[in-house]
T-cell receptor, first 113, second 112 residues
Framework: GAGVSQSPSNKVTEKGKDVELRCDPI?????LYWYRQSLGQGLEFLIYFQGNSAPDKSGLPSDRFSAERTGGSVSTLTIQRTQQEDSAVYLC???????????FGPGTRLTVT | GQQVMQIPQYQHVQEGEDFTTYCNSSTTLSNIQWYKQRPGGHPVFLIQ?????EVKKQKRLTFQFGEAKKNSSLHITATQTTDVGTYFCAVYLKTSYDKVIFGPGTSLSVIP
């Protein structure tokens, strides 16, 4: 079956521009996670959705970051006024429910020039 | 705040040697998961541990959850070049099930 997909796979943007990253989870998975991974580093938790609601947004680095999930399915992560330090791979994962194994997408590599 | 540590940060072994990575938490955990990330890839789920003192095996991999549910280990017997990658533990806090914290990872290199 289809796994988690993310788009775009690569995004190069100029500093100060807004970007939108998309995640299509596995069908039927109620939990969805966003992470950020800088080169050679670990996974930084950003936000978690249970259905359409986000019980914990404390991982978002600043108010330039926001995320939403609609219909209990697709999620978008929006970064406004991008900065060079936002450059990283943004990974999305979904799971059947919170606490279950997470299935990761291939990630979006964001480069801010 | 919640701390999750993994040791060692890096490990270089000769093919055929054993390898162990440890994951330690400052607070009691609800459950713990282990993931493997190959170079250039995304994390892939390996195992989940839930019970105190639990031990699970997958071929050459042995996973253990500490009695106090604050630490865990992953042991690989007779490493192969296919074991190369970074191994992450992911912890779910007993006090807050909404946040998952990934450890910093242990990067394994296997010298053929």
């Amino acid at each position: 079956g289809a796994g988690v997909s993310q788009s775009p796979s690569n995004k190069v943007t100029e500093k100060g521009k807004d970007v939108e990253l998309r995640c299509d989870p596995i069908s039927g998975h109620t939990a969805l996670y966003w992470y950020r991974q800088s080169l050679g580093q670990g996974l930084e938790f950003l936000i978690y959705f249970q259905g359409n609601s986000a019980p914990d947004k404390s991982g978002l680095p600043s108010d330039r970051f926001s995320a939403e999930r609609t219909g209990g399915s697709v999620s978008t992560l929006t970064i406004q006024r991008t900065q060079q330090e936002d450059s990283a791979v943004y990974l999305c994962a979904s799971s059947l429910a919170r606490g279950y194994e997470q299935y990761f997408g291939p990630g979006t590599r964001l480069t801010v020039t | 705040g919640q701390q999750v540590m993994q040791i060692p940060q890096y490990q270089h072994v000769q093919e055929g040697e054993d390898f162990t990575t440890y994951c330690n938490s400052s607070t009691t955990l609800s459950n713990i998961q282990w993931y493997k990330q190959r170079p250039g890839g995304h994390p892939v789920f390996l195992i989940q541990l839930v019970k105190s003192g639990e031990v699970k095996k997958q071929k050459r991999l042995t996973f253990q959850f500490g009695e106090a549910k604050k630490n865990s280990s992953l042991h690989i017997t007779a490493t192969q070049t296919t074991d190369v990658g970074t191994y992450f533990c992911a912890v779910y806090l007993k006090t807050s099930y909404d946040k998952v914290i990934f450890g910093p990872g242990t990067s394994l290199s296997v010298i053929p």
